[in-house]
């Protein structure tokens, strides 16, 4: 692993937000700095645009964008439910017209109005997803208040989406499972939730990785594949002893696929040559950087 050629990429390379999330991680950085510069991405109404997701360069409001924000929250370990940033996180959910009453578009219209990658292309009418909308449920349960509208209208929210994750198991889509993981833990964090049997959510979940992960290592290199990481980020996730080997596998092959100049390879792309995509791209590999290093030290032995 070197790690002082993944620094020197991400020093000559980042947005100032994942530079800020780099020394946070591994420099001893401020939580301030990281959300200080995240939120340059976030709107008057509370949502985030602006291209915090790089692959979509809208600047408006949406709940994809909002979502990876409550990413960069949890990565920075922001608990405090009456910081300016959560609340208007909480505002935007509760009065965004991409809510529906049962999930949040993704998708929405205005992505077809500035550069994005052809997967975030606004279509009518739009499948039902819990992607995000599982991840924002269990967000709203951790930090709105409790006996507001909001965290009523969440708890009905995630009593449907766990009756969809049911129904609908084992499910096709690595990034819809990603959210449930997400709703799983941040259950997890309220105080006993009683509308859903965590111990049962937990074992289906388990069981859902097992049908989902890619287990064709020699593909993982070239192909958008679905690998631990996306689950699974320390060794104290309630998944990982039943998924130890493949992380430890995953932590091998991030060392030994590392690229010279400290980057990792993008498995994806827009389908086009684009000036946009070639800048995407870059961010990516910032992005990537940091969660394959986290990944890598947090499974070290």
């Not at 739009?126 to 967000?139: H, K, M």
Request: net charge negative; hydrophobic share 35%.
């Amino acid at each position: 692993m070197d790690l002082e050629a993944a620094k020197k990429f991400i020093y000559t390379n980042a947005r100032p937000l994942d530079l800020a999330r780099w020394q946070y991680i591994f420099e001893n950085g401020s939580q301030e700095s990281v959300l200080r510069f995240l939120s340059a991405y976030q709107n008057e109404d509370g949502g985030f645009g602006h291209g915090l997701e790089p692959d979509c360069l809208n600047p408006n409001s949406a709940p994809l964008q909002t979502w990876v924000a409550t990413q960069i929250i949890k990565e920075v370990d922001l608990a405090d439910a009456s910081h300016p940033m959560i609340q208007g996180i909480l505002r935007y959910l509760e009065s965004t017209p991409e809510f529906d009453g049962h999930t949040w578009a993704n998708p929405i219209p205005s992505n077809n109005d500035y550069p994005h990658a052809p997967w975030w292309s606004y279509e009518s009418p739009v499948q039902t997803t819990y992607n995000p909308t599982a991840s924002l449920t269990g967000f709203i349960l951790r930090f709105a208040e409790k006996g507001t509208k909001i965290y009523t209208t969440a708890i009905q929210l995630a009593k449907e989406a766990y009756a969809y994750f049911q129904r609908g198991f084992p499910l096709d889509s690595m990034h819809t499972v990603s959210c449930f993981v997400d709703l799983y833990d941040y259950l997890c964090e309220c105080d006993k939730p009683g509308f859903i049997d965590l111990t049962e959510f937990r074992q289906l979940l388990s069981m859902q990785m097992k049908q989902i992960l890619t287990y064709d290592t020699s593909i993982w290199s070239t192909e958008y594949v679905c690998k631990p990481s996306l689950y699974i980020t320390s060794k104290s996730s309630a998944f990982y002893p039943d998924h130890c080997a493949l992380c430890a596998f995953e932590r091998d092959f991030i060392s030994e696929t590392q690229n010279a100049d400290g980057t990792w390879n993008i498995t994806w792309d827009w389908g086009c040559d684009s000036e946009q995509w070639a800048v995407s791209k870059n961010w990516w590999k910032s992005d990537l950087i940091i969660k394959n290093i986290r990944f890598y030290q947090q499974m070290q032995d």
